[in-house]
């Protein structure tokens, strides 16, 4: 069984940065796409972002385009989201997920899910 861990998130004023990671231990999910969820209070998860396995192909949501930046490194089995320029509707939980194939922006084609970490951008 693999497991996916977030790390990074916080509390951050509008307009600020974060760097979210997510490490994956216990199998190897190099051949895996991988992508970044949010949720926040009372609505539905929603896609933020996805990284194809060997990190050459990358698309996003149009709410984040041109302010996060996914990104991965096979060599530390780790995943990042490099988020700038953020806003309050950017606070959510955001989850880490691993799909066997490329291209999916709907959570329920994802295999693997991480714990989440919170994301608190003030006003």
């Known amino acids: 069984q693999g497991q996916l861990v977030e790390s990074g998130g916080g509390l951050v004023q509008a307009g600020g940065s974060l760097r979210l990671s997510c490490a994956a231990s216990?199998?190897?999910?190099?051949?895996?796409?991988m992508g970044w969820f949010r949720q926040a209070p009372g609505k539905e998860r929603e896609f933020v972002a996805a990284?194809?396995?060997?990190?050459?192909?990358?698309f996003y949501a149009d709410s984040v385009k041109g302010r996060f930046t996914i990104s991965r490194d096979n060599a530390k089995n780790t995943v990042y989201l490099q988020m700038m320029s953020l806003k309050p509707e950017d606070t959510a939980v955001y989850y880490c997920?691993?799909?066997?194939?490329?291209?999916?922006?709907?959570?329920?084609?994802?295999?693997?899910w991480g714990q989440g970490t919170q994301v608190t951008v003030s006003s």
């Open positions: 990284i194809s396995w060997t990190g050459s192909r990358t």
């Open positions: 997920a691993a799909d066997l194939q490329y291209g999916s922006r709907w959570a329920r084609d994802y295999n693997y």
């Open positions: 216990g199998r190897t999910f190099r051949s895996y796409a």
